[in-house]
């Protein structure tokens, strides 16, 4: 998930900054979701999905295409 997370915030022009703080949480709970060092809530991945002007079923499309 952290790569797609990555890749969308990397497509709008973003800093992990911006996107903590449009999704409403730390940028250093960000980096570690981005990292795949913390597995993000659900919760997480809507705020995720919203900061990143998308929705959840797309964000976690863009996960699976990623998986290893």
Known sequence: MGAAIITLRKQLGMSPAELADRA??????????EAGEIEATWGELRHTAYGLNTDLPQLIQ???????
Request: charged share 40%; hydrophobic share 35%.
């Open 24 to 33: 409403g949480f730390a940028v250093e709970r960000l980096e570690g979701i």
């Open 62 to 68: 863009e996960g699976e295409m990623r998986e290893p």
